[in-house]
Nanobody
């Protein structure tokens, strides 16, 4: 069964940093665009960042632009989300997702999803 596995979440103080990782099990996503989404309690899932399969094209939500960086290492079949200058409003479950069509900002464009990793930012 194809599965994306996120790791790297945790509890951090405001202003701190975390790096999330996403790696698939069961197949490679070399030719897939990858995205990160997040969902806070009582809110809809929202787009955070996405990267093309080559890594040459990245897109960010305005709320994280300049603080978060998405990257991928295709040799390791892993996608990363470096999160700096974290704020309490960044608290959410973070999901990675894979998309065969290319970089996209809407959840329904993505074909595969991970189980999520909790990020909690204390004030």
């Amino acid at each position: 069964q194809v599965q994306l596995v996120e790791s790297g979440g945790g509890l951090v103080q405001a202003g701190g940093s975390l790096r999330l990782s996403c790696a698939p099990s069961g197949r490679t996503f070399l030719r897939y665009a990858m995205g990160w989404f997040r969902q806070a309690p009582g809110k809809e899932r929202e787009f955070v960042a996405a990267i093309s399969w080559s890594g040459g094209n990245t897109v960010y939500a305005d709320s994280v632009k300049g603080r978060f960086t998405i990257s991928r290492d295709n040799a390791k079949n892993t996608v990363y989300l470096q999160m700096n200058s974290l704020k309490p409003e960044d608290t959410a479950v973070y999901y990675c997702a894979a998309n065969r069509q290319g970089v996209a900002i809407i959840p329904r464009a993505y074909d595969y999803w991970g189980q999520g990793t909790q990020v909690t930012v204390s004030s």
